[in-house]
C-alpha cells in the first residue's frame, strides 16, 4: 500500500501562484511513477502532469504547458507541482497518484494508477 497525502491548494488570484505536495508513506516511493490529476464539477477527471520514477521524465498537459512544473524529491518522498500563472479554468480539485515503476506506465490514463490521495481544492478567482 501507498498512501498519499496533498497540500497547498487554496484559493489564488488569476496570474498567481501555488505550490501541491503530494507526500507518500507506505512502499518505497522510488518504484512508483507519479501522476497529478484535476476533476473540475461536472467535468471528468483529467490528466496535468506525470513524473517518472527516477525524476528523468516529464510530461505535461497541453493545457498546462510552460505554467506547471512537476518534480520529485525521492529522499523526501514528495512530489510537487508548481503552479505559476493560474487561469480560472484551473479550478479544480488535484489529486496525486502512483503507478508502479514495473510494467507499461501510460501516463495519462488513471486506470494505470493504482493509488491516489484524497485530493485538495484550487480555486483560481477571475
Known amino acids: 500500500q501507498v498512501q498519499l497525502v496533498e497540500s497547498g491548494g487554496g484559493l489564488v488570484q488569476a496570474g498567481g501562484s501555488l505550490r501541491l505536495s503530494c507526500a507518500a508513506s507506505g512502499r518505497t516511493f522510488s518504484n512508483y511513477h507519479m501522476g497529478w490529476f484535476r476533476q473540475a464539477p461536472g467535468k471528468e477527471r483529467e490528466f496535468v502532469a506525470a513524473i517518472s520514477w527516477s525524476g528523468g521524465s516529464t510530461y505535461y498537459a497541453d493545457s498546462v504547458k510552460g505554467r506547471f512544473t512537476i518534480s520529485r524529491d525521492n529522499a523526501k518522498i514528495t512530489v510537487y507541482l508548481q503552479m505559476n500563472s493560474l487561469k480560472p479554468e484551473d479550478t479544480a480539485v488535484y489529486y496525486c497518484?502512483?503507478?508502479?515503476?514495473?510494467?507499461?506506465?501510460?501516463?495519462?490514463?488513471?486506470?494505470?494508477?493504482?493509488?491516489w490521495g484524497q485530493g485538495t481544492q484550487v480555486t483560481v478567482s477571475s
Open positions: 497518484a502512483a503507478a508502479p515503476r514495473a510494467g507499461t506506465w501510460s501516463f495519462r490514463l488513471s486506470q494505470t494508477y493504482d493509488y
